[in-house]
């Protein structure tokens, strides 16, 4: 079962420095129909103005994954960690027992980024923060760039039972990823035009997936796409 959920029908809200589009209800977008998709709660495309940014911030119990798109953001918590992380490159945050955060484009030009956040196997944990490069141009096929399964050992680690993995690919190349039986997916074309087993998405729609073993994903476009494996 695939179901596009097109860019245009997410929620959202224009803060003059922030432009967001929620996929899942989140802030003043509630849809009773998007609240979730298995333990995936939020993922937000947010474009950040130049020079702003999101002041600091609790936030608890919760995976939170940041996937730079264009441009770079500037993080800074209460525990110490500061770090500049730019397009292809991932950052992951454990909120745990709570954690402070500030994110911030100091870039001349717009951020744009993929916020998503999963609900972790367990509570309570201490909170963590880090980062690391994906260069776009190094990737054959779908790399693992965050994940709490065994066996993803040059992944960033988070504290859930899921995987994000990201493609780049040019127009006619394919790709496949193979989800385990009665897991799910969530997939967005960052750019481009793609191909989803016959389905076609365009950049910044939504595909949640259910009941498919084999994902084929063809490139009509030059495109970048994002993936989470979801229990």
Do not use: C
Not at 113 to 141: D, T
Not at 192 to 199: D, K, Q, Y
């Amino acid at each position: 079962m695939l179901e596009l959920r097109p860019f245009n029908s997410l929620g959202g809200a224009h803060h003059g420095w922030l432009d967001a589009h929620h996929h899942f209800s989140f802030a003043e977008y509630h849809d009773p129909d998007r609240m979730n998709w298995g333990n995936l709660r939020v993922w937000n495309d947010d474009v950040i103005a130049p020079g702003t940014g999101f002041p600091q911030h609790p936030h608890r119990d919760m995976e939170i994954i940041t996937y730079v798109r264009e441009g770079a953001i500037t993080h800074q918590d209460n525990l110490g960690n500061k770090g500049r992380t730019e397009a292809g490159d991932v950052q992951v945050m454990s909120a745990g027992t709570g954690i402070a955060h500030s994110e911030y484009n100091l870039e001349a030009t717009e951020t744009r980024i993929f916020q998503i956040w999963i609900i972790p196997n367990e509570s309570g944990l201490a909170p963590s923060w880090g980062a690391k490069p994906f260069p776009k141009g190094q990737r054959e096929g779908f790399v693992t760039l965050a994940s709490g399964k065994s066996g993803d050992d040059q992944s960033l680690r988070i504290r859930a039972d899921a995987r994000l993995v990201a493609a780049n690919l040019k127009a006619g190349e394919s790709a496949e990823y193979r989800l385990d039986n009665g897991r799910r997916a969530y997939l967005v074309p960052a750019t481009g035009v793609i191909e989803i087993n016959g389905l076609r998405a365009q950049a910044r729609d939504g595909v949640a997936v259910a009941d498919e073993q084999v994902l084929r994903v063809t490139a009509i476009e030059d495109s970048e796409i994002v993936l989470v494996d979801l229990a």
